[in-house]
Structures are given as C-alpha cells and as structure tokens.
C-alpha cells in the first residue's frame, strides 16, 4: 500500500520556525516530484514549495520565497519544509504531494495532511 505519510506540524508563535517530513512508503519507483500545498479555512489550495527528485530544482510560491527550504534526503523517499519566520497567514493544513507536476499542480499521490498554526 502506497501512501505518504507527513509529519512536524503544531502550533508557534509567529516569527518562530517548523519542520515538516513528509515520508513515502509502499512506492516501487522513485518519486519524480514531491511537493508541499497548504490549504486555509475557506481559500483554495495553494503550492507552497515543489521539488524534482533527480534534478534537485526547487520552486516556492512567493509568499515563502526566503522563508521556507524544501529538501530532499539521500534515498529521494523522503522530503522536508523548513519554515523559518512564520506568520500568522501561514496557518493552513499542509499536505504533501507526489507523483507529478509543479507547473500545472497535479499529483498522484496525497498525504492526509498535518496541521500549522501559528498564532500572532
């Protein structure tokens, strides 16, 4: 059974900094893509921050250029957000994503989310 399983969410202060991890387990491949969304009560799902597994090229979306860091681990199955300075609108339920593309926002795969919150 594939599945990604995200972790590292909880509650600070703003200016304050979290690390999330973001674990695949069951795949038989390895990932080409994994990436971060977050979604905040009542708006949109939005990218926050998109990795390539082979060519290592990242993208963030301009609210957290400069203030968040995807990374990837040695085997390629695991990703991080580092999130430093956070502020109040950062707060959103996070999810990771695999499998697929950062321009046009599609995955294959989803985790269940983790939630941060980060209060003023």
């Known amino acids: 059974q594939v599945q990604l399983v995200e972790s590292g969410g909880g509650s600070v202060q703003a200016g304050g900094s979290l690390r999330l991890s973001c674990a695949a387990h069951g795949f038989t491949y390895t990932l080409n893509s994994m990436s971060w969304f977050r979604q905040a009560p009542g708006k949109e799902r939005e990218g926050v921050a998109g990795?390539?597994?082979?060519?290592?090229?990242?993208y963030y979306a301009d609210s957290v250029k400069g203030r968040f860091t995807i990374s990837q681990d040695n085997t390629k199955n695991t990703v991080y957000l580092q999130m430093n300075s956070l502020k109040p609108e950062d707060t959103a339920m996070y999810y990771c994503?695999?499998?697929?593309?950062?321009?046009?926002?599609?995955?294959?795969?989803w985790g269940q989310g983790t939630q941060v919150t980060v209060s003023s």
């Open positions: 994503a695999a499998d697929g593309s950062w321009s046009i926002g599609y995955y294959n795969f």
């Open positions: 990795l390539y597994t082979d060519s290592g090229n990242t």
